[in-house]
């Protein structure tokens, strides 16, 4: 039986998206999050957007993928936009200007998180640390180490899908004991999940400590390679469309 494909995890797909550079990519991203955040205007937004339409058109990644990414922040949003349109003090109704800057926001957020979901998706989680070591490799100069904050992100993006594949176990073998998640008050309910949260943070303690024997078994000194090949014509012209778009959106 086939297991899903957790949301936000690598999706092994034949596109020009996947064969980038992760150092084009990871650049890009940053531009994105700025343009989305920078564009002051509704014409910014509009070509911040189109980019988005455009990226996930090209990784093939759906927009029910980005949906599903704004699940946990749903009421955090839904809170923001009422907040913004509601108007309580002095006449009270509902306000256009606070519903159009509520929205816009949202808007913002819906952005950045298409962005960052277009990114983990085409790209493996060592390219990306081999993409941030290389990127960051003048402040070795300094004395900053890069090597490890390289291996830590690398690590950390490792343990992301190995935490939501032991949760969902845990929560399986506690509910086929009895245990009711998913059923009573908000203080029961808490109750519950802490039969989930305990044996969870128990099992990511031990797979940290068996990673960190491992890595001193190895005699780990730090990560000292980084991504040294030169980009391609090709990726260099995507490169400087990607700040042009950016730049558009902002200056928009």
């Known amino acids: 039986m086939r297991r899903p494909v957790m949301l936000g995890a690598y999706v092994d797909r034949c596109t020009a998206v996947h064969r ?11 531009l994105a999050s700025v343009a989305s955040f920078a564009s002051s205007a509704h014409a910014g937004l509009a070509m911040a957007a189109a980019g988005l339409v455009v990226a996930l058109g090209a990784s093939r990644t759906s927009a029910r993928e980005v949906l599903c990414g704004l699940r946990p922040a749903l009421v955090v949003l839904a809170f923001s936009l009422l907040a913004n349109s509601v108007v309580i003090v002095g006449q009270p109704g509902v306000s256009l200007a606070g519903l159009v ?16 979901l277009v990114f983990s998706s085409t790209t493996m989680p060592p390219a990306i640390a081999d993409a941030l070591a290389s990127l960051l490799s003048p402040l070795r100069r300094v004395g900053v180490p890069v090597g490890d904050l390289a291996t830590m992100l690398s690590v950390a ?6 935490t939501m ?7 399986a ?16 309910r808490l109750r519950g999940w802490g039969q989930v949260l305990v044996p969870l943070l128990v099992s990511l303690f031990r797979r ?7 890595m001193a078994d190895r005699c780990y000194g730090g990560q000292q390679t980084s991504l040294s090949e030169p980009l391609t014509s090709r990726e260099v012209a995507v490169l400087l469309a990607c700040v042009a778009w950016a730049a558009a959106a902002v200056l928009a």
């Open 101 to 116: 800057r509520g929205a816009t926001a949202v808007l913002r957020i819906v952005l950045v998180v298409g962005f960052a």
């Open 157 to 162: 993006l490792r343990f992301i899908p190995i």
């Open 208 to 214: 940290a400590d068996e990673l960190a024997s491992a």
């Open 165 to 171: 594949e032991e949760a969902e176990r845990i929560r």
């Open 173 to 188: 073998a506690q509910r086929a004991r009895g245990a009711r998640l998913d059923e009573g008050g908000v203080l029961a």
């Open 20 to 30: 980038m550079d992760a150092r084009v990519k990871l650049v890009a991203l940053l």
